[in-house]
């Protein structure tokens, strides 16, 4: 049976992978004339200079906790805000959105691994079967009801960076069970966002030199607005306090909906139908979810700490 916090944390989690659809959807939209590390720093700027009003005096009564975990938060900074979006980004200029789409559907296993690796919970057969389920409903929407079609793809550059992406993502999702004791969400993000920003700095750098962007158009603000607003504060939070609630194993299954949302809003935005296969996908993303909270792990997750 599912308890009310159980199923709050489930719902944040799906409101979080709606959002990042968007940003997928914007992201395709606006490749030719935002470029990859400039869209990332953007989006991270923003973020940045949103949060900040709210996590100022957080940072102040937590800066003791900060300085003790340096280490820590410049991993959480690198990987997420630094590494994975930006990899998407670089990497769908070398290889296709489904490539991309089937690699990420990988991001679960590297979870539940990662995860059974550190400890952080114990591999029982229901996280394993859920993410068997909802791993073939992502392709078979992915591969438009034709699963076979994944092993008929060539590996392209792009398909190693987007590789590299599931795992730092995964890597991220399992790294915030082990937030330092007394840290709140708010600092974490502050922190990495920073850190990440200044891994992302030298390259942002070179590609305005490169490249020509009108960085003072609506229509590129708009799109920083959305991704460093709503697709890096709103739902980054809305997914931490999922993994917090319910653990990485079974949220990360979530992110399966992703290629369901973005086919719905395909459908509004793009003028694309919904097909069949859309809903057997569906229906095996949504098992897999059910069956990954049908018992408790045996052991029991780490607190943060």
């Keep these: 049976m599912v308890h009310n916090n159980t199923l709050i944390a489930l719902v944040c989690a799906l409101l979080a992978c709606l959002i990042w659809s968007g940003n997928f959807v914007i992201a395709r939209s606006v490749h030719e004339w935002i470029p990859p590390f400039t869209l990332a720093f953007g989006r991270w700027t923003v973020a940045l200079f949103a949060l900040l009003p709210f996590s100022l005096m957080v940072l102040k009564r937590e800066w003791q906790i900060v300085t003790a975990h340096l280490r820590y ?15 998407i980004y670089l990497a769908a200029h070398t290889t296709t959105v489904s490539h991309i789409a089937i690699i990420s559907a990988a991001t679960p296993i590297f979870t539940l691994l990662i995860a059974g690796l550190v400890g952080e919970e114990k591999l029982s057969r229901y996280p394993v079967f859920g993410a068997v389920l909802a791993c073939l409903g992502a392709l078979t929407i992915i591969n438009h009801g034709d699963i076979s079609a994944l092993f008929k793809q060539a590996w392209r550059p792009g398909d190693i960076l987007a590789l590299v992406a599931a795992l730092i993502w995964a890597g991220w999702s399992v790294g915030l069970r082990f937030k330092p004791a007394g840290m709140s969400p708010v600092t974490l993000m502050t922190i990495a966002m920073i850190f990440g920003l200044l891994g992302l700095m030298p390259f942002y ?11 003072l158009s609506w229509q590129t603000w708009s799109v920083f607005l959305y991704v460093g607003i709503a697709a890096s504060l709103i739902a980054w939070l809305l997914w931490q306090y999922s993994v917090e609630k319910i653990g ?16 719905m809003l395909a459908v509004l935005f793009l003028g694309e139908s919904i097909e069949i296969y859309h809903f057997v996908g569906f229906i095996l993303v949504f098992a897999g979810i059910v069956t990954s909270n049908m018992r408790r792990p045996t052991k029991a997750a780490y607190p943060p700490r």
């Design 205 to 215: 750098g070179w590609e305005i030199q490169a490249h020509t962007v009108d960085l």
């Design 248 to 263: 990485s194993v079974k949220t990360s299954l979530i992110y399966y909906t992703i290629p369901i949302f973005s086919s």
């Design 73 to 87: 938060l410049f991993f959480m900074g690198f990987i997420g805000v630094a590494g994975f979006n930006t990899l």
